[in-house]
Each structure stands twice: as structure tokens, then as C-alpha cells.
């Protein structure tokens, strides 16, 4: 599913980022202690060295809140302004409210429609998509858009070829109407691949395999991936989305600042950057420190790139992520 620039009444800017990270850092030293595995294979395989663990009483909604703050902050918008939030989240505080419902309580925003979307690490571009569009026909506003996700929740300490992939963490960016000099999200893209939800799930929790003990002892609780699956697909639709929304941007690889890719796997990415020939420093890369946050992912490397001065007013930026369902997006941006 795309749009272009031509269906949209009003362009629409990203006007602030944020993120947040939980305190707790987790090795890949401190895994050794607890599965058979090691730094070398992790960060061959991978590129990931550590990760954040959130603390127990610290929620979905709690991180997604402190990234919001920081997001309208730097926006200059107050949380009664934001009249649209869209929290992406496969784990949220409670099945029902939604977690945006906490957020928009904890941030003020008493005038806002909140709800969440599950589309794992393709969440908060689908977020992107949804808001740009509901912003740009008039609906609203100003929109919150959070990914935030306790994966640490949902691992299998047990099992080595998931435990070491995913961390906990939030980020979120506030959308709104762009003036005619600013910036604005050029192309979106996102799709989606039903006949692939075997490769990565979490079985039990829903109302098809309740939590019970049983299913708790068979891990039925936790995540489960067929890993190199995954992987061949996620380079495939990586690059197709990303390059769709290049050229409905009009863009060449040449003229592309920085690519903001989903963070999961340093081979993944590089792949990528190798079939959109877009050259190794110019694809921004941060998962040695987090590890794949799921729908945060993509959110905390935006914002981590644009603070740290590598996105510019002017800039254009390509964000491509991928994720269970199967699950995919795209969005190019002039920042
Ligand atoms: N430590 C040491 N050895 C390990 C570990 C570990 N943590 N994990 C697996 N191994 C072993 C395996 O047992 C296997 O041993 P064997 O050859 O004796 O059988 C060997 O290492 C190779 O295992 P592979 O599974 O072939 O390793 P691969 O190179 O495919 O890497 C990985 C595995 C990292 C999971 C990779 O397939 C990957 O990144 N896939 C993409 C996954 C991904 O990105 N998922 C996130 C999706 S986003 C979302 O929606 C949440």
C-alpha cells in the first residue's frame, strides 16, 4: 500500500524526536553467565554487545511517555496540543485500555484519540503512515507517534538463538502540519505477508493459547523465530520498500543523507546497504548498544541520529524496517 505527495491536502513534517532507554544494561559477558553462547559468536552474527532491561514495575507505557516528553520538547508542543497518539507496541501495559490511552493520560493530553498498533518492528512506521495521512487530510493536527516495547517480557532466557537479539526501549517523534519552507514525509510504503506468521510469534498470552502453566513450561509464553528465514526475507522486503519510497521521492542513492534502518541484525542492514548502494557511512547504525527493540527500534536510531547532528534541515532520510506478521514499511523524509 503507497501513497504520494499529490493525495495529501496538507505536507506533513516530523517536528521533534525523542527516545528513552531503561537504566539496566545487559552484556553480552552477563548472557554468557546464563546460555551457552559468547561475545565473539554474538557480535559476529549479530553486531550486538549489549542491551537495556527494563525494571520490573517499568511498563510499556512508562517508557513511551518519558520518549513522548522528550519528543514534544524539542517540538515545542505541549501534550494538550496533540490531538492524535499512536503508540506501536507487541507488548503493551494491558490488553485493553490501550497503552496510548496511559501515555495520554500521563502526558496531558486530555483532548487527543489514542490507540496502539501491533505490527512488531514495522510498528511505528505504520504509525508514521496512518498519522501523516490523518494529519494531512485535516483530521488532526498534531500526532504523538511511539514505538516502545519490553521485549525482555516475552524472551526465553533459555533459548540462545533469541535471548540475545532483543532489548527494551522507546521512541517517539511528534508529527505535524509542515510550513510551505520546512520538510516534509515525501513517500510511505508498508505491507504485509500473512502466510508468514510461523517465523516469528509469540504463541500463548491471546485467547488461541491461553497463559496457563502448562503452556508457560512448554514456552509457549515467550518468542519463537526461525531465524534465517526471517533473515532472507527481511533483506528482500527491506529493499523493495526502500526502494519504492526513493523513487516515488523523486531521490537517487547519491542524494540520500542517511538511511535509518531496523535494527536487528548488523549482516541484515549491511545487506541492504549493499543492494541500495548507499555507502556503509551513510546507513546509521546503533544496535550494539540496545539490540533489537521491536517497534522502538527504528524510532530511538531517528532520534539518536538527528541529536547527534547527523540528520540536517534539508536532509533526506530513508527509513526501512521489517518484522513479524510477516510485516514491513518504508518512509523517505525531507527533513
Ligand atoms: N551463541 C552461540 N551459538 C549459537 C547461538 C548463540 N547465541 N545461537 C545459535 N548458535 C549456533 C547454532 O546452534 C548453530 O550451531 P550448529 O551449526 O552447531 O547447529 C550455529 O550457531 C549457527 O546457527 P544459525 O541459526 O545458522 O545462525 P545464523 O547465522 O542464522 O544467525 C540469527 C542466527 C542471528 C538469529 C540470524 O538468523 C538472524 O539475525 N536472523 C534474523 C532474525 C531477526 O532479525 N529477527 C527479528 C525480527 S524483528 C521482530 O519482529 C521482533
Redesign the pocket.
Known amino acids: 500500500m503507497s501513497e504520494s505527495l499529490s493525495q495529501s491536502q496538507y505536507q506533513v513534517c516530523i517536528a521533534g524526536t525523542g527516545s528513552y532507554l531503561p537504566e539496566r544494561v545487559m552484556t553480552n559477558a552477563d548472557l554468557e553467565k546464563i546460555?551457552?553462547?559468547?561475545d565473539e559468536?554474538?557480535v559476529s552474527?549479530?553486531g550486538i554487545r549489549e542491551r537495556r532491561i527494563a525494571a520490573p514495575d517499568e511498563f510499556s507505557s512508562h517508557m513511551a511517555t518519558k520518549a513522548g516528553l522528550k519528543a514534544l520538547e524539542q517540538a515545542g508542543i505541549s501534550g494538550e496540543e496533540i490531538d492524535l497518539i499512536i503508540v506501536a507496541t507487541i507488548t503493551p501495559d494491558t490488553f485493553t485500555p490501550a497503552t496510548a490511552c496511559y501515555v495520554q493520560q500521563q502526558i496531558g493530553a486530555v483532548g487527543a484519540v489514542a490507540f496502539d498498533i501491533s505490527a512488531?518492528?514495522s510498528g511505528y512506521l505504520y504509525a508514521m503512515k496512518i498519522a501523516k495521512r490523518m494529519i494531512a487530510d485535516g483530521t488532526f493536527k498534531n500526532a504523538l507517534i511511539i514505538g516502545s516495547e519490553k521485549l525482555s517480557h516475552f524472551i526465553n532466557w533459555q533459548d540462545?538463538?533469541t535471548c540475545?537479539?532483543f532489548g527494551d526501549g522507546a521512541g517517539a517523534a511528534v508529527l505535524r502540519r509542515a510550513a510551505p519552507e520546512e520538510g516534509s514525509i515525501l513517500a510511505t510504503e508498508m505491507g504485509s505477508d500473512g502466510r508468514l506468521t510461523h517465523l516469528?510469534n509469540v504463541k500463548g498470552g491471546g485467547i488461541a493459547c491461553p497463559i496457563t502453566k502448562e503452556n508457560a513450561d512448554d514456552n509457549l509464553v515467550t518468542l519463537a523465530?526461525l531465524?534465517?528465514e526471517?533473515?532472507k526475507h527481511?533483506v528482500t522486503r527491506m529493499k523493495e520498500s526502500a526502494e519504492k519510497v526513493i523513487e516515488r521521492s523523486g531521490l537517487k542513492p547519491e542524494d540520500i543523507k542517511l538511511v535509518v534502518p531496523h535494527q536487528?541484525?548488523l549482516r541484515?542492514i549491511d545487506a541492504i546497504a549493499d543492494r541500495l548502494s548507499v555507502p556503509n557511512e551513510r546507513i546509521f547504525v546503533n544496535l550494539e548498544k540496545y539490540g533489537?527493540t521491536?517497534a522502538a527500534a527504528v524510532a530511538i536510531a531517528l532520534d539518536e541520529a538527528h541529536r547527534t547532528g547527523r540528520i540536517e534541515r534539508g536532509d533526506h532520510v530513508v527509513m526501512v524496517v521489517?518484522?513479524?506478521g510477516l510485516t514491513w514499511a518504508a518512509a523517505a523524509v525531507r527533513w
Not at 546460555?35 to 559468547?38: E, F, L, S
Open positions: 546460555v551457552d553462547t559468547n559468536w554474538i552474527r549479530t512488531a518492528c540462545r538463538t540475545i537479539l516469528l523465530m531465524g534465517k526471517v533473515f527481511a536487528a541484525n541484515i533489537n521491536s521489517f518484522g513479524a
